[in-house]
C-alpha cells in the first residue's frame, strides 16, 4: 500500500494561496487591535515607596516551614498589614481626600474598590542569606515596597505616600496596641501577685513571732548563747566555791576576833585608818561616813546593843546611801554596791534572821569581819539567783534547739513560696516598665521596626503600557494564529485538489487540469463572505478593545 508523501513547501504556499481569506480574516482583526491598543492605551504611570523591615523581625522564622523557604513571619505580618490597611473605608477616605478617579460615580463604589485594588500593589522585597542551621541559603524579608497607579502622576505619587504613611501608621498603632495590652497585662499580674506578697509576708511575720526562738536561723545564736549560759554557769559555781571557802575562812577569824574580846587599840588603829583614808577619800565617802562612825561608837561606848542589828544595819545604809546619793550619781559603783547590801540585808531580815552582833563585834577588826562577811553572803545571794536566771535561760534555749528541726520544715515552705512570689513579683514589674517603655517609645516614633528608605516621587515616564511590546506582540501573535488556523483548516479538509492529489489517491496520472472558472455569480458570493468577514473582524476588534480598555 502506497504511503502518503509528506507535504512540500509548495504544498502550503499554495494552501495559503487558497485560504488567504481565513488568513486574512484572523491576522488583519488581530494585527489592527495591536494597533490600537498601542496606539491608544493611556499612559499609566506608578509610584513606589520602599519600607525597610527591622532585622529583628525578619530573621526570625515562625516555625520550622518558615525556615525552609515555606513561610515568614515578616512575609505574613506585611500581608496581614496589607488586609488591614486596604479596607472600603481607607479606600474611600483615599479616593475622598485625593479625589484619584473624578470619573466614577459616587454610588459605583464597588468598581472604583475593585479599580483603587488593582491600582494598588504591595511586593515583598527578599534577601538570600545562608542560614547557618542547615547551611543552605534561604530568602528571607527585609523590606517591602508599596506602590500605586494613576494616569496623573502627581495623583500616583500622592496615593503611593499616602499609602506608605497608612502602613507605617497602623503598624505603630498595632505595635502601640500590643504593647499597651502587654502593660495592663503585667499591671493587673503584678497587682495580684503584690497581695499574694503582702499575705505571705504577714503570715511569714505571724510565724515568726509564734517561733521566734525556734527559727532555723537562730540556730547558731541558740548554740552559741547556750555555750556562754554554760561557761558562766560554769565560772559562776566556781566563784561560789571560792567565797564559799572564803566565807568559812572568815567566819573562823570572826570567831576568835571574839574570844579574844575588846582591843584597846582599836580606836587608835581606826582613827589611823581613818587619816590615810582621808588623803584618798573625800569625807563624805560613804566608806568614810561608816569608818567614822565605827570610830564614834568606840568612842561614846555604842558598840553594845547599838547598830548591831539588821533593822540597824540596814537604817545605816540607807542613810550611808542618801548621803552617797546627793555625791555621787545612780551609776556610781558604790552606789551599786549599798543598793546591793541594802537588798541583801532586806532578804535576810524578810527570812526572820535576827543577826545581832555580838560585843567582840564592836571591835574595829570585827566589824570588818562581819562586813566581809555580809558582802560574801551578798555576793553569793546574787550569784545564786544569777544561776537560776541562767538555767532557767539555759533550759529555753534547749527547748528551742530541740523544737527547731520541727519547725524548719513549715519555715521553709513560707520562706521559699515567698521568695518565689516576690521573683515573679519583680519580674512582672520589669516586665511592666519595659512595656510601658516601649509604648512610649513607639509613639515618640523611636522604637519602629519599619523604616521608610524610599519615599514616592512623582513618575517621569509612564510604567505601562508597553507600547512597542504590545505592538509586536500583537502582530507576532496574528501571523502565528492566521498560519496555524490556515494549516489547521487545510489538514482537515478532505478535498481532492490538483493532480498531485490523484496521482496520490489513484496512483494514475490525469491526462489534463480544468482550472477553477469564476463568473460574476462566484464574485459576488466572495464579495458578500468577505464583507461578512470584514464587519465581523471590525466588530470583534471593537469589543477586544472595549473590553481591554475596561480593565486597563
Same mark, same amino acid.
Given at each position: 500500500?502506497?504511503?502518503?508523501?509528506?507535504?512540500?513547501?509548495?504544498?502550503?504556499?499554495?494552501?495559503?494561496?487558497?485560504?488567504?481569506?481565513?488568513?486574512? @480574516?484572523?491576522?488583519?482583526?488581530?494585527?489592527?487591535?495591536?494597533?490600537?491598543?498601542?496606539?491608544?492605551?493611556?499612559?499609566?504611570?506608578?509610584?513606589?515607596?520602599?519600607?525597610?523591615?527591622?532585622?529583628?523581625?525578619?530573621?526570625?522564622?515562625?516555625?520550622?516551614?518558615?525556615?525552609?523557604?515555606?513561610?515568614?513571619?515578616?512575609?505574613?505580618?506585611?500581608?496581614?498589614?496589607?488586609?488591614?490597611?486596604?479596607?472600603?473605608?481607607?479606600?474611600?477616605?483615599? %479616593?475622598?481626600?485625593?479625589?484619584?478617579?473624578?470619573?466614577?460615580?459616587?454610588?459605583?463604589?464597588?468598581? !472604583?474598590?475593585?479599580?483603587?485594588?488593582?491600582?494598588?500593589?504591595?511586593?515583598?522585597?527578599?534577601?538570600?542569606?545562608? &542560614?547557618?542551621?542547615?547551611?543552605?541559603?534561604?530568602?528571607?524579608?527585609?523590606?517591602?515596597?508599596?506602590?500605586?497607579?494613576?494616569?496623573?502622576?502627581?495623583?500616583?505619587?500622592?496615593?503611593?505616600?499616602?499609602?506608605?504613611?497608612?502602613?507605617?501608621?497602623?503598624?505603630?498603632?498595632?505595635?502601640?496596641?500590643?504593647?499597651?495590652?502587654?502593660?495592663?497585662?503585667?499591671?493587673?499580674?503584678?497587682?495580684?501577685?503584690?497581695?499574694?506578697?503582702?499575705?505571705?509576708?504577714?503570715?511569714?511575720? &505571724?510565724?515568726?513571732?509564734?517561733?521566734?526562738?525556734?527559727?532555723?536561723?537562730?540556730?547558731?545564736?541558740?548554740?552559741?548563747?547556750?555555750? *556562754?549560759?554554760?561557761?558562766?554557769?560554769?565560772?559562776? %559555781?566556781?566563784?561560789?566555791?571560792?567565797?564559799?571557802?572564803?566565807?568559812?575562812?572568815?567566819?573562823?577569824?570572826?570567831?576568835?576576833?571574839?574570844?579574844?574580846?575588846? &582591843?584597846?587599840?582599836?580606836?587608835?588603829?581606826?582613827?589611823?585608818?581613818?587619816? *590615810?583614808?582621808?588623803?584618798?577619800?573625800?569625807?563624805?565617802?560613804?566608806?568614810?561616813?561608816?569608818?567614822? *562612825?565605827?570610830?564614834? /561608837?568606840?568612842?561614846?561606848?555604842?558598840?553594845?546593843?547599838?547598830?548591831?542589828?539588821?533593822? /540597824?544595819?540596814?537604817?545605816?545604809?540607807?542613810?550611808?546611801?542618801?548621803?552617797?546619793?546627793?555625791?555621787?550619781?545612780?551609776?556610781?559603783?558604790?552606789?551599786?554596791?549599798?543598793?546591793?547590801?541594802?537588798?541583801?540585808?532586806?532578804?535576810?531580815?524578810?527570812?526572820?534572821?535576827?543577826?545581832?552582833?555580838?560585843?567582840?563585834?564592836?571591835?574595829?577588826?570585827?566589824?570588818?569581819?562581819?562586813?566581809?562577811? %555580809?558582802?560574801?553572803?551578798?555576793?553569793?545571794?546574787?550569784?545564786?539567783?544569777?544561776?537560776?536566771?541562767?538555767?532557767?535561760?539555759?533550759?529555753?534555749?534547749?527547748?528551742?534547739?530541740?523544737?527547731?528541726?520541727?519547725?524548719?520544715?513549715? $519555715?521553709?515552705?513560707?520562706?521559699?513560696? !515567698?521568695?518565689?512570689?516576690?521573683?515573679? $513579683?519583680?519580674?512582672?514589674? %520589669?516586665?511592666?516598665?519595659?512595656?510601658?517603655? =516601649?509604648?512610649? @517609645?513607639?509613639?515618640?516614633?523611636?522604637?519602629?521596626?519599619?523604616?521608610?528608605?524610599?519615599?514616592?516621587?512623582?513618575?517621569?515616564?509612564?510604567?505601562?503600557? =508597553?507600547?512597542?511590546?504590545?505592538?509586536?506582540?500583537?502582530?507576532?501573535?496574528?501571523?502565528?494564529?492566521?498560519?496555524?488556523?490556515?494549516?489547521?483548516?487545510?489538514?482537515?479538509?478532505?478535498?481532492?485538489?490538483?493532480?498531485?492529489?490523484?496521482?496520490?489517491?489513484? /496512483?494514475?496520472?490525469?491526462?489534463?487540469?480544468?482550472?477553477?472558472?469564476?463568473?460574476? *455569480?462566484?464574485?459576488?458570493?466572495?464579495?458578500?463572505?468577505?464583507?461578512?468577514?470584514?464587519?465581523?473582524?471590525?466588530?470583534?476588534?471593537?469589543?477586544?478593545?472595549?473590553?481591554?480598555?475596561?480593565?486597563?
Amino acid at each position: 500500500m502506497d504511503t502518503q508523501a509528506s507535504p512540500e513547501f509548495s504544498d502550503y504556499i499554495h494552501a495559503i494561496a487558497r485560504r488567504k481569506g481565513l488568513l486574512f @480574516a484572523i491576522a488583519i482583526p488581530i494585527a489592527v487591535l495591536a494597533i490600537l491598543l498601542a496606539a491608544t492605551l493611556p499612559d499609566v504611570y506608578s509610584a513606589s515607596g520602599l519600607v525597610e523591615i527591622d532585622d529583628s523581625s525578619s530573621r526570625e522564622p515562625l516555625s520550622e516551614a518558615a525556615t525552609n523557604g515555606e513561610s515568614d513571619y515578616a512575609d505574613q505580618y506585611v500581608q496581614n498589614l496589607k488586609g488591614m490597611v486596604i479596607t472600603d473605608g481607607n479606600l474611600r477616605k483615599l %479616593n475622598k481626600e485625593l479625589n484619584l478617579y473624578p470619573n466614577f460615580a459616587s454610588d459605583d463604589e464597588v468598581d !472604583l474598590f475593585k479599580r483603587m485594588r488593582r491600582d494598588i500593589d504591595v511586593q515583598i522585597v527578599t534577601t538570600p542569606i545562608l &542560614d547557618p542551621r542547615t547551611g543552605r541559603e534561604r530568602e528571607v524579608v527585609d523590606a517591602f515596597s508599596v506602590s500605586y497607579d494613576n494616569r496623573v502622576p502627581e495623583k500616583a505619587q500622592k496615593g503611593a505616600k499616602w499609602l506608605v504613611d497608612a502602613f507605617l501608621a497602623e503598624h505603630r498603632r498595632q505595635r502601640q496596641g500590643r504593647s499597651s495590652g502587654a502593660a495592663e497585662f503585667y499591671s493587673s499580674e503584678a497587682e495580684r501577685l503584690r497581695t499574694q506578697v503582702a499575705k505571705l509576708e504577714s503570715k511569714l511575720a &505571724d510565724f515568726k513571732k509564734q517561733y521566734s526562738g525556734q527559727l532555723p536561723e537562730l540556730t547558731q545564736l541558740n548554740m552559741s548563747m547556750m555555750e *556562754r549560759a554554760e561557761s558562766q554557769l560554769e565560772s559562776n %559555781n566556781a566563784q561560789l566555791a571560792s567565797l564559799r571557802q572564803q566565807r568559812v575562812f572568815l567566819a573562823a577569824q570572826l570567831e576568835a576576833q571574839r574570844a579574844q574580846g575588846l &582591843d584597846s587599840g582599836s580606836v587608835r588603829q581606826l582613827e589611823d585608818q581613818y587619816q *590615810r583614808m582621808k588623803a584618798t577619800y573625800d569625807e563624805s565617802h560613804p566608806d568614810m561616813v561608816a569608818l567614822r *562612825r565605827q570610830i564614834d /561608837s568606840l568612842k561614846y561606848g555604842t558598840t553594845v546593843g547599838a547598830g548591831t542589828s539588821l533593822s /540597824s544595819q540596814l537604817a545605816q545604809k540607807r542613810a550611808t546611801l542618801n548621803e552617797a546619793r546627793q555625791r555621787y550619781g545612780e551609776e556610781h559603783p558604790d552606789i551599786k554596791r549599798l543598793q546591793r547590801d541594802i537588798a541583801t540585808l532586806e532578804a535576810r531580815i524578810k527570812s526572820g534572821e535576827k543577826g545581832d552582833v555580838e560585843l567582840s563585834d564592836g571591835t574595829p577588826i570585827g566589824m570588818q569581819l562581819r562586813t566581809q562577811i %555580809n558582802a560574801i553572803d551578798s555576793q553569793l545571794a546574787s550569784l545564786g539567783a544569777q544561776n537560776a536566771e541562767i538555767r532557767a535561760k539555759l533550759g529555753g534555749l534547749e527547748k528551742n534547739v530541740t523544737a527547731t528541726p520541727q519547725v524548719e520544715r513549715d $519555715y521553709s515552705n513560707l520562706t521559699r513560696d !515567698l521568695n518565689t512570689a516576690r521573683e515573679k $513579683y519583680e519580674q512582672l514589674l %520589669n516586665r511592666q516598665m519595659d512595656a510601658e517603655v =516601649n509604648t512610649a @517609645a513607639i509613639v515618640g516614633g523611636r522604637a519602629d521596626e519599619f523604616r521608610l528608605i524610599q519615599s514616592p516621587s512623582v513618575p517621569t515616564q509612564p510604567a505601562k503600557p =508597553n507600547r512597542l511590546a504590545i505592538l509586536l506582540i500583537g502582530l507576532i501573535a496574528a501571523v502565528v494564529l492566521a498560519l496555524t488556523a490556515t494549516v489547521a483548516m487545510e489538514a482537515v479538509d478532505p478535498k481532492v485538489r490538483g493532480a498531485r492529489d490523484i496521482r496520490e489517491l489513484l /496512483s494514475v496520472s490525469p491526462l489534463v487540469a480544468i482550472p477553477t472558472i469564476r463568473n460574476s *455569480r462566484s464574485r459576488r458570493r466572495s464579495a458578500w463572505r468577505f464583507a461578512a468577514t470584514a464587519a465581523t473582524g471590525v466588530l470583534g476588534v471593537w469589543v477586544a478593545f472595549s473590553a481591554i480598555s475596561y480593565f486597563l
